[in-house]
């Protein structure tokens, strides 16, 4: 059976369901707080407390480790309660937190084991916090809207990442890194807010997955990922570039601080560039999907990213050389939200619903909870061949991908997985059924 392209899709309007926008609102001022203490924190730890690479780099790690060890029980979790009371809590939790630095400062007992601690608990709260926020969407959107409201929220982050960047940039330089973290739990307050007046339809039924064992639905979700080939290969080719980033990002504001003299303002300015270029590519994800298929969208979006992060490893101190860093920021994170978006729609449209926290938290737990290993091997490969080394060792490794989807089928796909009826199986273009198929769950979302 063959499968057409996807013509327009209905009013946007007529089908997503009330409160995507408030939902939206909410993550969009979390984030805005993410970006502003993803500023504040290297320059507090590197320009205030003197952090040295490998502290940088353990930093970073630490923020990473609670992927690793939560992300599959958070999945579970996310399937068995209601998705807005884990949003509240876990934004609670988060101002709570982040407030700690800057009253710490006002004491004069913030350290940088203090900032290892918090970057500990900030790495929990997010990780659950992620893993409802994501999950809760298809039940927000009509199924055939998945696509175009995975971009809208791609483009929050990627507004939410600018606006928080900048602004961040311009707290430090006015009030200084510790005081920043105020503006931080402010944001985590409406966020929290925002999602204590969700209606959350679609709860988790009561009794029914309560009473089966945590590892029991752990499982499951790693069972579904390990046998569903598309997805299979989407998550590996993720997990390789999760390393990358994980060794790039752990070093990458350090570089720029030390090695290129860029200063927090340097930093913010690079970073809130490259914040534009995840905006730009969420917006334009469903458009290119339709104009090229989402076979050959996913295949560029990870060629451009490795091709993209050769500027940073040619650069030298200087406006000039900060601006190209910035602009291939922003190219890189464009191919990265154009990607990022697709690949999840395409994976929620094949998932049954009642797998689609475990089947993401699975997801996370490989790309995400490979981070904090690769960032204490970035830090090791600093301290002994040096930082620009370690940068290089991440950009070879965000190249693998590209030959593991070349040769796959998910560089062939050329229309996204039709929505099925309750007693269908998703098809694709060629023929055959998608993954997934006769488990006798329904459709996916």
Same mark, same amino acid.
């Given at each position: ?173 006015? #009030? ?165 978006? #697709? ?103």
């Amino acid at each position: 059976m063959m499968v057409t392209p996807r013509t327009a899709a209905p009013d946007h309007a007529s089908v997503v369901k009330r409160g995507f926008d408030l939902y939206l609102t909410g993550e969009f001022a979390g984030l805005v707080g993410t970006s502003v203490h993803r500023v504040a924190l290297p320059a507090l730890a590197v320009l205030e407390l003197r952090a040295s690479a490998g502290q940088t780099a353990l930093l970073a790690s630490l923020s990473y480790l609670p992927t690793f060890l939560l992300a599959l029980p958070a999945g579970a979790v996310v399937d068995r309660y209601p998705k807005r009371a884990l949003l509240v809590f876990t934004d609670l939790a988060g101002a709570t937190a982040v407030t700690a630095i800057p009253a710490a400062a006002l004491l004069h007992v913030l350290t940088l084991p203090l900032l290892y601690g918090i970057s500990l608990v900030l790495g929990a709260v997010s990780v659950l916090h992620q893993a409802a926020a994501i999950a809760i969407v298809p039940q927000l959107v009509e199924p055939a809207m998945l696509h175009r409201a995975n971009a809208r929220v791609g483009a929050a982050f990627g507004a939410a990442d600018t606006a928080g960047t900048y602004l961040g940039t311009a707290v430090v330089a006015l #009030t200084g890194a510790a005081r920043a973290f105020w503006l931080d739990g402010l944001s985590y307050l409406l966020s929290a807010w925002c999602a204590s007046r969700l209606r959350e339809p679609g709860l988790p039924v009561a009794g029914r997955s309560r009473r089966r064992r945590f590892t029991a639905e752990i499982w499951e979700g790693l069972a579904y990922t390990a046998r569903t080939p598309l997805v299979r290969e989407l998550v590996f080719a993720l997990t390789v570039v999760g390393l990358g980033v994980g060794i790039t990002g752990a070093l990458f504001s350090y570089y720029l601080l030390t090695t290129l003299a860029a200063g927090p303002t340097g930093l913010g300015i690079v970073m809130g560039v490259s914040g534009v270029g995840a905006l730009a590519g969420a917006l334009l994800a469903p458009r290119i999907v339709v104009r090229f298929g989402p076979g050959r969208t996913l295949l560029a979006g990870f060629v451009v990213c490795p091709v993209a992060g050769v500027p940073l490893l040619i650069a030298r101190p200087g406006v000039g050389w900060l601006g190209l860093i910035a602009v291939a920021g922003a190219v890189q994170l464009a191919a990265a939200g154009v990607a990022g978006t #697709t690949q999840r729609a395409l994976r929620q449209q094949i998932c049954p619903p009642h797998l689609q926290a475990r089947a993401q938290q699975t997801s996370t737990w490989l790309v995400s909870g490979s981070k904090p290993f690769a960032a204490l091997a970035g830090g090791a490969v600093a301290t002994a061949y040096g930082v620009h080394a370690a940068l290089l060792v991440g950009a070879l490794l965000l190249a693998v991908p590209v030959a593991v989807l070349w040769r796959s089928p998910v560089g062939r796909l050329t229309a996204l997985p039709v929505i099925p009826t309750p007693t269908e199986a998703p098809v694709l273009i060629g023929g055959g059924h998608a993954p997934g198929e006769g488990t006798g769950k329904g459709r996916g979302q």
